[in-house]
């Protein structure tokens, strides 16, 4: 099975990068755009008994090692 | 007294350390590559120096926190050592969750390097105590993610329990509070941002951080 995992930092935490690619794009002249966030992108194949049984280890990954639980959050998808 | 610095594959700031150690404490230095299961005997203090740990892949200490190494150093910890995370130290020490918080991007997105003035905020602790009077230390920085990040509560506790050591006069990464440097533990863990590593003599410029190392080995 396919994991997708995206990390971003949690909203309350200022995402600096996030805020300077906003401002590049308003000066590109897309003035509508907000919120921009930049996160990270991680892909594996995983040996799991089913869909679910991937999401949660791959959850169980993040709290380890994949994110910071103390500025980031995470979501998890998984394609078979 | 005796100290041991961590090496791990991109640190850059170990020998520096070693050598900032011997001159200001008269301390021996043993190096101590990441991959060892147990640290020499009759440590004083252990160092995690400045640098970038592993390329600072995935985030900024975040492997060299998995690090064989770490399991004796958290140990060494627990019952009393003195450890001293410094810059990419830090980064370490709050990814193995040996200290609260985390280091962010610097808010200006800029690396900084150079001389910051820093508040002795705490000069009781086993890090600031050769401070003496002395309520000022001049260190330089080097740093793109040295931006001390952590939730309202965990800062109000931080300042609360006294656990702030250092803070920038002239804020320069965005840190939360303009806090450089804290202990956690049992006030035997420090996590600093500045070097003192680079400010012990004077032909560096600055003597800010001998006093740091003497404050943990003694010497002057």
């Known amino acids: 099975m396919k994991a997708t995992v995206h990390v971003f930092l949690k909203p309350g935490v200022l995402d600096v990068q996030g805020k300077a690619v906003e401002n590049a794009l308003h000066g590109l002249g897309w003035p509508g755009v907000r919120e921009v966030r930049v996160g990270r992108v991680i892909e594996f194949v995983i040996d799991a008994a089913d869909p679910a049984a991937a999401k949660s280890e791959a959850a169980a990954m993040c709290e380890r090692l994949l994110a910071n639980p103390v500025i980031e959050g995470y979501r998890v998808d998984v394609a078979p | 007294m005796k100290a041991a610095v961590i090496v791990f594959p991109g640190s850059n700031c170990d020998r520096d350390c070693k050598v900032a150690i011997e001159r200001s404490t008269g301390a021996s230095v043993a190096m101590v590559w990441h991959g060892e299961t147990a640290l020499p ?3 004083d203090l252990i160092v995690l120096p400045g640098g970038f740990a592993y ?3 995935l985030r900024a200490g975040a492997m060299a926190a998995l690090s064989p190494v770490m399991a004796p150093v958290r140990a060494a910890a627990t019952r009393g050592v003195a450890v ?23 808010a200006d997105l800029k690396y900084v390097c150079k001389a910051v003035t820093l508040e002795v905020t705490n000069p009781k602790t086993r890090f600031t105590a050769a401070y003496g009077d002395r309520r000022e230390a001049v260190m330089t920085v080097g740093n793109g993610e040295g931006n001390f990040f952590a939730d309202d509560e ?14 920038y006069r002239d804020n320069p990464n965005g840190s939360a509070r303009s806090i450089a440097g804290i202990v956690g533990g049992a006030g035997n863990v420090l996590g600093v941002m500045p070097h003192p590593d680079r400010a012990f003599e004077d032909d ?7 006093p740091l190392f003497q404050s943990v080995l003694g010497g002057a």
């Open chain 2, 154 to 167: 965990t800062l109000d506790r931080l300042e609360g329990e006294d656990r702030v050591v250092f803070r």
């Open chain 2, 204 to 210: 560096l410029g600055r003597t800010g951080g001998a």
């Open chain 2, 55 to 57: 390329g600072d892949y």
């Open chain 2, 84 to 106: 001293a995370g410094i810059c990419n130290g830090f980064q370490v020490l709050c990814e193995a969750g040996m200290l609260p918080g985390a280091l962010l991007r610097n």
């Open chain 2, 41 to 43: 005997d009759g440590l």
